[in-house]
């Protein structure tokens, strides 16, 4: 996979990158995600597809498909989820205050 794209037509090139944990972190790092009452991000509704094998793919069955994150990623992954539920809450709370 050359580039990713997501619903909203973000893209992100991956400049012939593997398409692993980082890219895909990269994706949802380059789009706005929501979170759930309970804080967690809400990837369910993203998909995937692999033009060359015609197959639809979810997050989570995406995600499985990787070996393990490395504990250097999955710090980086939860840096990033921070940053973005932050982001959501503050959009959240200056909607609330319009």
Same mark, same amino acid.
């Given at each position: 996979?050359?580039?990713?794209?997501?619903?909203?037509?973000?893209? &992100?090139?991956?400049?012939?990158?593997?398409?692993?944990?980082?890219? &895909?972190?990269?994706? &949802?790092?380059?789009?706005?995600?929501?979170?759930?009452?309970?804080?967690?991000?809400?990837?369910?509704?993203?998909?995937?597809?692999?033009?060359?094998?015609?197959?639809?793919?979810?997050?989570?069955?995406?995600?499985?498909?990787?070996?393990?994150?490395?504990?250097?990623?999955?710090?980086?992954?939860?840096?990033?989820?921070?940053?973005?539920?932050?982001?959501?809450?503050?959009?959240?709370?200056?909607?609330?205050?319009?």
């Amino acid at each position: 996979m050359e580039r990713a794209i997501d619903a909203f037509g973000k893209e &992100v090139r991956l400049n012939g990158a593997p398409f692993d944990h980082a890219a &895909v972190r990269k994706l &949802v790092e380059a789009n706005e995600i929501e979170f759930d009452a309970n804080g967690d991000p809400d990837l369910e509704p993203w998909i995937f597809t692999d033009l060359g094998l015609q197959c639809v793919t979810t997050f989570d069955e995406l995600i499985r498909q990787f070996p393990p994150r490395t504990p250097e990623e999955v710090q980086a992954w939860d840096d990033m989820i921070e940053r973005k539920r932050r982001e959501f809450n503050d959009t959240r709370r200056r909607r609330a205050l319009s």
